[in-house]
């Protein structure tokens, strides 16, 4: 069901910078906003980034976003451990009367 | 604090009916939409549809329509996901969460998020 990519799996030891993609489409991405969201082992998933580049409070600023086109794009700067978890984009879709769509989601592993 | 509070983890057979809920508080419930995403065992996040407490206005994502009833009583803040026929391919989580923005602008984004409900079915 998903129609935003991302890759399966992204990986950095601590302090490095990680990046994670995530391609839509002209009614998804190319028309909307992109969210980022992070989900810690058996937790539910947390907002991380809203409207392309923002941080909700009490996220720290070693995460940003971008977007371009109908393209996004996380990075994490200064890589912890405590960053270990599951990342997913995610934008409203203009097309069936309007929905919401997830990426397929992108595991970050700290070595 | 705006927060949303699921029920309990439920374990069902096949066939039987189910109805989990999300309640509402710190907010006016009725004048922002909540969702609600499906996380089968192992594998990513799902979209399942919303509702506008206000007036119980619903959409579902294709995927979804007509395999649940999502509904909403506003007097007392809580929105539902129900099943009338569980199958066993319905094992997931499922969370709920609110949905913030400028719709009219292309923004949106969902949070909180409710903790999730477990649901197994099983014989």
């Known amino acids: 069901q998903s129609v935003l990519t991302q890759p399966p799996s992204a990986s950095g030891t601590p302090g490095q910078r990680v990046t994670i993609s995530c391609s839509g489409s002209?009614?998804?991405?190319?028309?909307?906003?992109v969210n980022w969201y992070q989900q810690l082992p058996g937790t539910a998933p947390k907002l991380l980034i809203y409207?392309?580049?923002q941080r909700p409070s009490g996220v720290p600023d070693r995460f940003s976003g971008s977007k371009s086109g109908t393209s996004a794009s996380l990075a994490i700067s200064g890589l912890q451990s405590e960053d270990e978890a599951d990342y997913y984009c995610a934008a409203w879709d203009d097309s069936l009367n309007g929905l919401y769509v997830f990426g397929t989601g992108t595991k970050v592993t700290v070595l | 604090e705006v927060q949303l509070v699921q029920s309990g983890a439920e374990v069902k057979k096949p066939g039987e009916s189910l109805k989990i809920s999300c309640k509402g508080s710190?907010?006016?419930?009725?004048?922002?939409?909540i969702g609600w995403v499906r996380q089968m065992p192992g594998k990513g996040l799902e979209w399942m549809g919303i509702?506008?407490?206000?007036?119980?206005?619903?959409r579902y994502s294709p995927s979804f329509q007509g395999q649940v009833t999502i509904s909403a009583d506003k007097s007392i803040s809580t929105a539902y996901l129900q099943w009338s026929s569980l199958k066993a391919s319905d094992t997931a989580m499922y969370y709920c969460?609110?949905?913030?923005?400028?719709?009219?602008?292309?923004?949106?984004?969902?949070?909180?998020w409710g903790q999730g409900t477990l649901v197994t079915v099983s014989s």
């Open positions: 409207s392309n580049n």
């Open positions: 002209s009614s998804n991405i190319g028309s909307n906003t």
């Open positions: 710190g907010y006016s419930f009725t004048s922002y939409w």
């Open positions: 969460a609110r949905r913030n923005g400028d719709y009219a602008e292309g923004v949106n984004w969902f949070d909180p």
């Open positions: 509702i506008y407490p206000g007036d119980s206005d619903t």
